[in-house]
């Protein structure tokens, strides 16, 4: 999950709405027409000037100036916080160090919620702010992975079942040929549409299986031949049957290999938010175990699960209440036990936080113990959010020094250079 909110101050506007936002809903935003109120128990928070959701807390009755952001984050059910579980020492046997680690690059994902509408006019080209902030990860950090998260929209151009857009791809691609020119080991390409356009889930009442596969085709065809691209097949699919949304998953990875990307690695996403809290129980491992190579391996299959670590893993709070040791553990020996691997995509928490200094790090110990079953992960989230967003992984730059924030030093990148 990912949570991209920080408090926003309640601006009185003209009129009043309609209808209130439900939980986890737009509230405002740039060019934003619809509720500007949320319903009881909640309230309209946003991250930076292009997105606003509403949020658990005291519910405002005021309206909120439109703004209209990123791709939001919400409680996953089925995957509540299990208790700390002390320092992080697990019993993983791995090699004590995973072979990636880096941060996501958000703004071409601004404007996606959770209901897979993506509003074009929300992203942010991170452009060369984006190009510089990697080569800065990798420089500085030592870091080597990248997630480059995106608008299915976008890349389209809003036509389903149409081609790339010149125009739009060319200001994606930029993105991840940077991750390639900064010196990545990996760089990841990411569907940020929850398992859904505009409301309807993919192979579910909505887009079909051969257009999802279309979109795939089309980007495998432009990266086939560079192994160090990885495919993220979907952000966060939601409620969805899982063994239905197995099938589109494999109509994907059937329609990447046959364009003749035969050795990327590709990200197959689970249930509840794709939650590695319940990736067993909810049976999005069972399901996903069926999804093959057109020649029956699972080669360079790997499962692709988030987590994070305040209260509701909804992400949306800046201190953290349990380090996850027990989920990854139990995870990472189901994964030893089947012979398969995760990466964990997205996480993170308060970025100076005493507690979230403390969890984040313990929960990636627990990845590095199990580095045979666990490839790595990507914290969220760099890229062209505010300074003043809750999970905001960020880098300032003055002159030509760059500070990073104490998670990303002592965590996401510590972690990973121990």
């Known amino acids: 999950m990912k949570s991209t909110f920080f408090a926003l101050a309640a601006a009185a506007a003209a009129g009043s709405a309609s209808a209130q936002s439900p939980a986890y809903g737009q509230c405002g935003g740039s060019g934003w027409s619809g509720a500007t109120t949320c319903v009881s128990g909640y309230t309209c928070q946003k991250s930076n000037d292009y997105y606003a959701q509403c949020v658990p807390g005291t519910a405002s009755t005021a309206k909120v100036t439109t703004i209209d952001k990123a791709s939001t984050t919400t409680t996953r059910s089925g995957s509540s916080p299990s208790p700390s579980s002390g320092s992080g020492s697990g019993s993983g046997s791995g090699s004590g160090k995973v072979q990636y680690a880096g941060v996501n690059i958000a703004g071409l994902d601004f404007g996606c919620g959770t209901d897979g509408t993506c509003k074009t006019t929300g992203v942010v080209d991170p452009g060369q702010t984006g190009l510089d902030q990697m080569k800065h990860f990798v420089k500085d950090d030592g870091l080597n992975a990248f997630r480059v998260p995106v608008g299915w929209q976008f890349l389209l151009n809003n036509n389903l079942g149409g081609t790339l857009d010149s125009t ?3 200001t994606y691609d930029k993105q991840v040929q940077g991750c390639l020119d900064a010196g990545a080991a990996l760089c990841i390409v990411d569907v940020h549409n929850y398992a859904r356009w505009n409301g309807q889930i993919v192979g ?113 709070h800046t201190t953290c209440t349990t380090n996850n040791v027990g989920d990854f553990t139990n995870l990472g ?67 030509n020094s760059w500070t990073d924030v104490p998670l990303v030093t002592q965590c996401i990148a510590g972690k990973f250079k121990k």
Request: aromatic residues 10%.
């Open 168 to 170: 739009n791809w060319a």
């Open 333 to 399: 020996k189901w994964l030893r036990t089947n012979k398969r691997q995760a990466i964990l995509t997205e996480t993170g928490g308060g970025p100076s936080d005493s507690s979230c200094l403390k969890a984040v790090c313990e929960q990636l110990d627990v990845l590095n113990q199990y580095s045979d079953a666990y490839l790595g992960w990507t914290g969220w989230a760099a890229g062209m959010f505010a300074s003043s967003y809750e999970l905001s992984e960020v880098p300032t730059k003055n002159g």
């Open 204 to 316: 579910q009442g909505g887009p079909t299986d051969a257009q999802f596969a279309s979109l795939w085709s089309q980007i495998a065809t432009k990266y086939k031949g560079n192994n160090k691209i990885a495919f993220g097949v979907m952000n966060e699919p939601h409620d969805v049957n899982i063994n239905t949304w197995a099938t589109t998953v494999q109509a994907a990875v059937t329609a990447i290999r046959k364009a003749g990307a035969t050795g990327n690695k590709i990200l197959l996403p689970g249930n509840d938010y794709t939650s590695a809290g319940a990736f067993i129980s909810n049976g999005s491992g069972a399901a996903l175990m069926k999804v093959t190579n057109l020649d029956g391996s699972t080669t360079n299959l790997i499962f692709d699960v988030h987590r994070y670590l305040d209260s509701d893993n909804s992400g949306t």
